[in-house]
């Protein structure tokens, strides 16, 4: 079965950095492209960032641009998000989530955002002074 599982939340002082991990088995690796989804409670989903299969395409969230990095090792079957200077309203569950693109996850797509295949169950993130 396909299993995605985060790891790397935690608890942080504002201005700290975290460096979010996410295993992926169950799947060709490489044919998926990979996306970070945060849920802030009362707030919807959004996406954070996203990954192409090949490297070629690379989402990144207004809010977080500049700050966070996406990277991913297919060798290792794992995607990143390196976090830095982070802030109190960067606290969330962060998700991460497989797709065969990135088209309609960061951003929208000719209006609408697109389902994504697989999602891991998340870990929490808090940033707090």
């Known amino acids: 079965q396909v299993q995605l599982v985060e790891s790397g939340g935690g608890l942080v002082q504002p201005g700290e950095s975290l460096r979010l991990s996410c295993a992926a088995s169950g799947l060709i690796f490489d044919s998926y492209a990979l996306a970070w989804f945060r849920q802030a409670p009362g707030k919807e989903r959004e996406g954070v960032s996203c990954i192409s299969r090949r490297d070629d395409d690379i989402d990144y969230a207004d809010s977080v641009k500049g700050r966070f990095t996406i990277s991913r090792d297919n060798a290792k079957n794992t995607v990143y998000l390196q976090m830095d200077s982070l802030k109190p309203e960067d606290t969330a569950v962060y998700y991460c989530?497989?797709?065969?693109?990135?088209?309609?996850?960061?951003?929208?797509?000719?209006?609408?955002?697109?389902?994504?295949?697989?999602w891991g169950k998340g870990t929490l993130v808090t940033v707090s002074s």
């Open positions: 989530a497989a797709a065969r693109s990135c088209r309609g996850t960061v951003t929208p797509y000719d209006g609408y955002y697109y389902d994504m295949d697989y």
